[in-house]
């Protein structure tokens, strides 16, 4: 303690001073905090955090100074880092279901809202959960295409199940909401549009009025250089569409994005530990580390190659396989990567945007994975 950290300007002003040899996430909170105030000020309703696309504290702490009020929490170890983080900030616990315990731990902190996608856990809240000032919302699931991952798989009830379930919510006494996840990385805007369709039949069909609409996460973040999202056209969407679909019954919306958010604040530095053969690249992180869900949800091809004085390599390319350190034929980046012929062993190669799910699920597999972390103005 008392001692100040070291903030360098970008991460190749860190590469020319350490050329490190394990892998180094970059965290600009300048970077963060422009992110999610730009989603704030265009998301038509309240912003949340989904805490387990990024729990680490600094980020929550940058999050809460950007102005985000509200976050989607799953375990009772997420509350209780919130609870510490952003004590007056609001807790959505929507993981639907629940032990008795974890319940009770939500209700000691304070938690006014819950989701649920069953009946039995329901009336589990029912029994433990007073109603007065409580919010259950009700999470259903479509069969939607246009994401890069299916959230459906495990959670939501069906369209006919979820009208039960608002109807009995709103007989215990709750105020009664809808909650959805179209899936991440849902770079389709049409994806929002069936669900705020299928919630306003459902809050028909119950005969019950929903206070708010909660459209999940599933922003995209930008992975693919030619592929930049566009959140403008999702959150015009989402607000005609809101409008459109429960016209005088509009309820409040509310969003819970976590790679939208975190995913630009950091960037990755890898080192080429190898070029096998002149054909295969091997680098010092994979879906082990940092890269764990790229084989989830595809490759990240916002990449950089510098050099031993972190002078970027330029020129012509060749698409080539890229492995992680493990001995495990998992690992292995899921596209082939286009990079300079110029590029040797020993260089650094960087990754841009990979800041959400990456220190969250990094393993010490095989003993690699050792990663530090840094911090920037900007990545560069
Ligand atoms: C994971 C999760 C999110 C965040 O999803 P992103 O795709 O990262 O935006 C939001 N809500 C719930 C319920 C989740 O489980």
Same mark, same amino acid.
């Given at each position: 303690?008392? @001692?100040?950290?070291?903030? /360098?300007?970008?991460?190749?002003?860190?590469?020319?001073?350490? *050329?490190?040899?394990?892998?180094?996430?970059?965290?600009?909170?300048?970077?963060?905090?422009?992110?999610?105030?730009?989603?704030?000020?265009? &998301?038509?309703?309240?912003?949340? &955090?989904?805490?387990?696309?990024?729990?680490?504290?600094?980020?929550?702490?940058?999050?809460?100074?950007?102005?985000?009020?509200?976050?989607?929490?799953?375990?009772?170890?997420?509350?209780?880092?919130?609870?510490? %983080?952003?004590?007056?900030?609001?807790?959505?616990?929507?993981?639907?279901?629940?032990?008795?315990?974890?319940?009770?731990?939500?209700?000691?902190?304070?938690?006014?809202?819950?989701?649920?996608?069953?009946?039995?856990?329901?009336?589990?809240?029912?029994?433990?959960?007073?109603?007065?000032?409580?919010?259950?919302?009700?999470?259903?699931?479509?069969?939607?295409?246009? $994401?890069?991952?299916?959230?459906?798989?495990?959670?939501?009830?069906? !369209?006919?199940?979820?009208?039960?379930?608002?109807?009995?919510?709103?007989?215990?006494?709750?105020?009664?909401?809808?909650?959805?996840?179209?899936?991440?990385?849902?770079?389709?805007?049409?994806? /929002?549009?069936?669900? %705020?369709?299928?919630?306003?039949?459902?809050?028909?069909? $119950?005969? !019950?009025?929903?206070?708010?609409?909660? +459209?999940?996460?599933?922003?995209?973040?930008?992975?693919?250089?030619?592929?930049?999202?566009?959140?403008?056209?999702?959150?015009?969407?989402?607000?005609?569409?809101?409008?459109?679909?429960?016209?005088?019954?509009?309820?409040?919306?509310?969003?819970?994005?976590?790679?939208?958010?975190?995913?630009?604040?950091?960037? @990755?530095?890898?080192?080429?530990?190898?070029?096998?053969?002149?054909?295969?690249?091997?680098?010092?992180?994979?879906?082990?580390?940092?890269?764990?869900?790229?084989?989830?949800?595809?490759? %990240?091809?916002?990449?950089?190659?510098?050099?031993?004085?972190?002078?970027?390599?330029?020129?012509?390319?060749?698409?080539?396989?890229?492995?992680?350190?493990?001995?495990?034929?998992?690992?292995?980046?899921?596209?082939?990567?286009?990079?300079?012929?110029? #590029?040797?062993?020993?260089?650094? #190669?960087?990754?841009?945007? +990979?800041?959400?799910?990456?220190? *969250?699920?990094?393993?010490?597999?095989?003993?690699?994975?050792?990663?530090?972390?840094?911090?920037?103005?900007?990545?560069?």
């Amino acid at each position: 303690m008392g @001692l100040s950290k070291t903030i /360098w300007a970008t991460p190749t002003e860190y590469l020319r001073n350490h *050329a490190p040899d394990h892998p180094v996430l970059f965290f600009s909170p300048a970077t963060l905090q422009a992110t999610a105030r730009r989603f704030i000020a265009g &998301f038509p309703g309240l912003v949340t &955090f989904a805490v387990k696309s990024n729990p680490d504290e600094q980020v929550l702490a940058n999050l809460v100074a950007a102005g985000v009020s509200g976050f989607d929490v799953a375990s009772p170890a997420e509350m209780d880092t919130i609870k510490r %983080i952003a004590p007056h900030a609001a807790m959505h616990y929507n993981n639907p279901v629940r032990a008795r315990s974890e319940i009770l731990h939500a209700v000691e902190l304070g938690v006014k809202s819950y989701s649920v996608d069953s009946h039995s856990e329901l009336v589990k809240l029912g029994e433990l959960v007073p109603a007065e000032g409580v919010e259950v919302s009700v999470r259903f699931k479509l069969p939607v295409e246009g $994401a890069a991952y299916n959230f459906g798989a495990k959670f939501g009830a069906t !369209v006919e199940k979820a009208v039960e379930l608002v109807t009995l919510a709103a007989q215990l006494g709750y105020t009664t909401s809808l909650t959805f996840h179209p899936g991440t990385q849902c770079t389709d805007p049409n994806a /929002w549009k069936t669900y %705020i369709q299928a919630a306003a039949q459902i809050s028909r069909e $119950a005969g !019950v009025n929903i206070a708010r609409l909660n +459209v999940g996460g599933g922003f995209p973040a930008y992975r693919l250089t030619d592929v930049a999202p566009d959140l403008a056209a999702i959150f015009a969407l989402i607000e005609r569409e809101t409008d459109a679909a429960f016209g005088d019954a509009r309820p409040a919306l509310v969003s819970e994005p976590g790679r939208a958010l975190v995913a630009e604040a950091y960037s @990755l530095a890898t080192r080429i530990k190898a070029i096998r053969d002149d054909e295969h690249v091997f680098i010092n992180d994979g879906v082990y580390g940092a890269l764990s869900e790229l084989h989830l949800i595809g490759v %990240i091809d916002r990449v950089r190659i510098y050099g031993p004085g972190a002078e970027l390599r330029t020129g012509e390319t060749r698409s080539r396989t890229v492995f992680g350190p493990t001995c495990d034929s998992l690992d292995k980046l899921p596209s082939e990567l286009a990079l300079p012929l110029s #590029m040797e062993e020993d260089d650094h #190669m960087m990754f841009y945007g +990979v800041g959400a799910y990456s220190t *969250a699920t990094a393993t010490r597999f095989n003993g690699f994975g050792q990663i530090t972390f840094q911090t920037v103005q900007s990545h560069g």
